[in-house]
Structures are given as structure tokens and as C-alpha cells.
């Protein structure tokens, strides 16, 4: 088991959280010795942005012996990589970074796991500060979240233990909170593309929107027809969707659960 402040790491993935991690990891001093994908061309990319020694593979059999081994992948791949974990790399602490699936799911790799869960969106194309991101870490001893929390200490301001019960909770919310904000602009952009209109015109709107909950909370800075219940505008919006019979489902879902927040129950649009 890793004991020093900087450790060899190899990463399982080569996707945006792996890329990401990897970088920030870099720069506080740990090694990435290698990069597993099932994408040679992808481990072979992240590997080279690494440095001189980064090992890529596409072999999941062939990765390097190492302290800490780092599972950045889908959920469905996590599964796929947990029952076919190589023997000779039971020795290092194995750590997925979902938000949704339990620590426990890790038992069969044999030896010491855990998690370590950033909560951010990650792109490839975008640089981000780690040093912003909360991480929340779990570990199957106490031994092992200490390792865990020190090594998230050298990439994050921001670290908290949290159980996999309420980080599958926070997972939730920051589906709510990121995802489904995000669809919400896409849409809103389409929208306006459709008319000839420049989507970048809602840019300063949603600069906005984000920066007044660092002084409001969100249901203090909540503004629109529905929360003024002007049922003859949200009628108006429907008759313009009319076109759009998806958009117009959600428009209705959002404004009833808008206007049953602060007016309680009414005939729903």
C-alpha cells in the first residue's frame, strides 16, 4: 500500500475525466506510468501528453505495476474492467470516480479501493482548474481513505468523505443542476437558430443566471411567468410551440413544477 505524498499512477480510461485527472495529478507531482483504452490511438494521445515514460495500452492484461490505479470510465466499461482486473496489479489501490455506482462493487479487484468522485463537467477542449473541484472520497478501511483523501488533497481545495448512498444522491442533483441545464440552453439555442436569430444573444442571460446564485439560492433568484403565475404568457409560449410538441411537454412540465414551488397545486397548464 502507497504511504508516500506522491505516488505512480496509471490511469484506466483516456476520455475527458481521465484526461483531466491526469493533467492535474501531473502537476502535483505524481507519475502517470501508464494509460490503458481500448482505444490504442486514445492511450497512445493521453500517454504522450503525460511525458517520456507514459506507457499506453490497449491491453488491460499489460498494464504497468503501480501505486494507485485510476478507473475513469463509463459505467457499463467499470463492470466490464472490475471482472477482468489483472492479477498483478492487486498489489496498488484500485479507485473508480463515478458519481453512481457503489464503492463496493470494487471487491473483486482483491486488495485495498475506493472512490474518488470530482464533481465538475469535463470536455477535452477546456481547460479547468482541479484545484476548484470538490472531490468526495470513500475508502474500504480507514487506512485506504486516508490514502485516498491525501491524494485528492494535492489536486482539490475541496475534499469530503461521502458514502456511496448520498454521493448516488449528489450524482442526481448534479444531473439536474449540469445535464439537464445544459440540454435546456441547447434547446433554447435551437429555438432561435430556427428564426434566424443569433443564439449568442442569451450569453450574458445565462452568465447571469449562474452568478446570482453565489449571493442568492436558487429559489430566492428565481424570475418568469410562471413564478408570477402569468398564465396568459405560459399560454401564449404553448401556442407558439405548437410546432414543437416535445419542447411544448417540457415547457409545461417546468412551469407547473415552477409554479407549484411557490403557489402550491393549480389546474396544470
Not at 496489479?89 to 458519481?99: E, M
Not at 408570477?228 to 404568457?233: G, P
Request: charged share 20%; hydrophobic share 35%; proline share 4%.
Amino acid at each position: 500500500m502507497p504511504s508516500s505524498s506522491f505516488h505512480e499512477i496509471v490511469m484506466i480510461g483516456a476520455g475527458n475525466l481521465a484526461t483531466h485527472l491526469s493533467w492535474a495529478f501531473t502537476c502535483a507531482g505524481h507519475s502517470i506510468k501508464g494509460v490503458y483504452s481500448r482505444s490504442l490511438q486514445s492511450a497512445e494521445m493521453l500517454a504522450k501528453r503525460n511525458g517520456r515514460g507514459c506507457v499506453a495500452t490497449n491491453k488491460l492484461q499489460e498494464i504497468l505495476q503501480a501505486d494507485i490505479y485510476v478507473i475513469a470510465v463509463t459505467d457499463t466499461a467499470l463492470s466490464q474492467i472490475i471482472s477482468s482486473w489483472p492479477e498483478h496489479c492487486k498489489g496498488g489501490v484500485v479507485l473508480h470516480t463515478s458519481g453512481s455506482v457503489p464503492m463496493s462493487l470494487l471487491k473483486e479487484v482483491g486488495g485495498d479501493y475506493g472512490v474518488l468522485y470530482p464533481l465538475q463537467t469535463f470536455s477535452k477542449q477546456r481547460k479547468i482548474s482541479f484545484s476548484d473541484i470538490p472531490c468526495f472520497v470513500e475508502g474500504n478501511s480507514p487506512q485506504t481513505t486516508d490514502i485516498i483523501v491525501n491524494l485528492a488533497n494535492t489536486i482539490s481545495q475541496t475534499v469530503h468523505f461521502l458514502d456511496s448512498h448520498r454521493r448516488k444522491r449528489l450524482h442526481l442533483a448534479a444531473v439536474f443542476a449540469c445535464n439537464f441545464v445544459n440540454h435546456l440552453y441547447d434547446l433554447a439555442s435551437e429555438l432561435l437558430k430556427d428564426e434566424n436569430l443569433d443564439p449568442q444573444w442569451l450569453q450574458p442571460l445565462i452568465r447571469e443566471t449562474a452568478d446570482k446564485i453565489n449571493s442568492l439560492s436558487p429559489r430566492q433568484a428565481q424570475t418568469g411567468p410562471a413564478l408570477r403565475a402569468d398564465k396568459k404568457i405560459m399560454t401564449q409560449h404553448l401556442g407558439q410551440l405548437d410546432e414543437f410538441p416535445e419542447l411544448q411537454s417540457i415547457y409545461k412540465s417546468l412551469s407547473n413544477s415552477i409554479y407549484n414551488t411557490f403557489h402550491g397545486s393549480y389546474d396544470k397548464l
